[in-house]
């Protein structure tokens, strides 16, 4: 006896070949074709979205899980549950933050224990390249991470150590051999060295001096190095995390003599500027920076133009004290931006005013994550034979941040008090409907991929 037919259709189904009518017929978690929007056999289950517009499920290849051993700055329940609410089907763990973090075999086996049973969505794992664990990355790629992740400079935690170019090489080499992408937080030490000693008297309330602290030769110089390494080893190579528009050129030029390189940016550089963050506001603080109006508006051109490959959330919680908000100390402050559940309606927000489509959302927040995490064919889009993750959104729609409406396990993010436009109606996973109305509806349904 074959399964239960499911139809979710609408009059504005996403897809590659535009925003048309259609009717999504879902057997056993799988898509099994995309057919007329009145194509319904008379047995099947038909959910009907009307004129709201269906889409894939959001990929987010950039969140910070930080389970096991910092659960209480997130965690796998939470996280996936906040991803389910914002329409993110589909997330890939990075592997710092956590303790252990995942850098060994048996680390990664620590790692897949804690999340079991726990997650409301599919979650992946990037593996980490860290000094001396070179040993480590063919068995990590054999046990299922999809890549690894590595930092130019200090990362934050003394669990996950920097790689310079010495330790960089190798590791390269090995990944081409392997064809798994390594993900670089692309900053180098020395311009913010030099700058944080010229700064050594200034307010720490104040978010200009952040700023001047984490200099956009930091990015460039970073940038510069590793894409001569891409060129050397041929490894595929992704920044992840853009922000500084100087060193857009140099991604422009690499993509131009076919380097296997690509890069992201993510929704607080294209939604916030520099200029509008106040003195003190330390829920803003995240590595790089926030830049200026005038920055923001070259990352959009480059995310337009594809020098920019996709948007991913870098979503990096705390606990509320790690964020020094009584004292609005911007130098102690932890870094990062919690914003995995609302990343969705903030490019939306942004891209709708600036004349983009859901085809535009689609390319920059499913298709292009789905490729750099070895996803294509199966998440990011609404084809045959992929999974049933579908998206219903209501683009006219508001988001409200408030804290009853955030998720996350904690309600510290730089969004809070905004109305964003776009409202994610109701998400599926494989076919079954998980979150609808800012609420989940099963929250174990997620996979280890």
Not at 62 to 74: I, K, S, T
Request: charged share 20%; net charge negative.
């Amino acid at each position: 006896m074959s399964e239960q037919l499911l139809v979710v259709r609408s009059q504005r189904v996403v897809t590659a070949s535009g925003i048309a009518p259609a009717a999504i017929h879902v057997r056993g978690g799988t898509i099994e074709r995309v057919a007329a929007w009145d194509d319904v056999p008379a047995r099947a289950t038909l959910e009907d979205a009307g004129e709201l517009a269906v889409m894939p499920g959001i990929v987010d290849t950039h969140v910070h899980l930080n389970e096991p051993g910092r659960a209480e700055w997130e965690g796998f329940a939470t996280a996936t549950r906040a991803a389910a609410i914002g329409g993110v089907t589909t997330l890939v763990d990075m592997p710092l933050n956590s303790i252990p973090p995942t850098t060994t075999r048996e680390a990664f086996a620590a790692k897949r224990a804690a999340a079991r049973g726990q997650c409301a969505v599919d979650v992946g794992f990037w593996g980490g390249v860290v000094p001396g664990n070179a040993s480590e990355l063919a068995g990590l790629v054999t046990d299922g991470v999809r890549g690894f992740k590595c930092f130019l400079i200090d990362s934050g935690v003394e669990e996950f150590g920097w790689v310079g170019e010495r330790e960089l090489t190798p590791a390269m080499q090995i990944l081409a051999g392997l064809g798994v992408p390594l993900l670089v937080h692309a900053e180098v030490a020395g311009p913010i060295d030099a700058a944080t000693l010229q700064l050594a008297n200034a307010d720490p309330r104040k978010y200009a001096t952040y700023l001047a602290s984490r200099p956009e030769s930091a990015e460039e110089q970073a940038i510069a190095m590793v894409t001569g390494l891409c060129r050397a080893t041929g490894a595929r190579t992704h920044i992840v995390h853009h922000s500084a528009a100087h060193a857009i050129p140099l991604l422009r030029e690499a993509k131009a003599l076919g380097l296997p390189l690509t890069a992201e940016t993510c929704p607080h550089y294209l939604h916030f500027t520099a200029e509008t963050i106040p003195d003190g506001a330390t829920p803003f603080k995240c590595a790089p920076p926030i830049r200026s109006a005038a920055n923001r508006e070259e990352l959009w051109a480059a995310l337009a133009e594809g020098v920019l490959d996709f948007v991913a959330s870098d979503h990096s919680p705390c606990s509320p004290a790690l964020k020094a908000i009584e004292v609005g100390d911007f130098v102690s402050a932890w870094g990062g931006v919690s914003g995995l559940q609302l990343a969705l309606p903030v490019i939306w927000t942004e891209a709708s005013r600036r004349g983009h489509d859901l085809t535009d959302i689609v390319r920059w927040m499913c298709a292009g994550p789905a490729r750099l995490a070895g996803f294509t064919g199966r998440k990011g889009a609404i084809v045959a034979g992929a999974d049933a993750d579908l998206v219903i959104f209501d683009e006219d729609g508001r988001t409200q941040v408030t804290p009853e409406t955030v998720h996350h396990r904690h309600k510290v993010t730089p969004y809070a008090g905004e109305t964003l436009r776009g409202a994610v109606h109701a998400t599926y996973l494989r076919g079954r409907r998980v979150a609808e109305a800012g609420r989940t509806l099963a929250d174990d349904l997620g996979a280890l991929l």
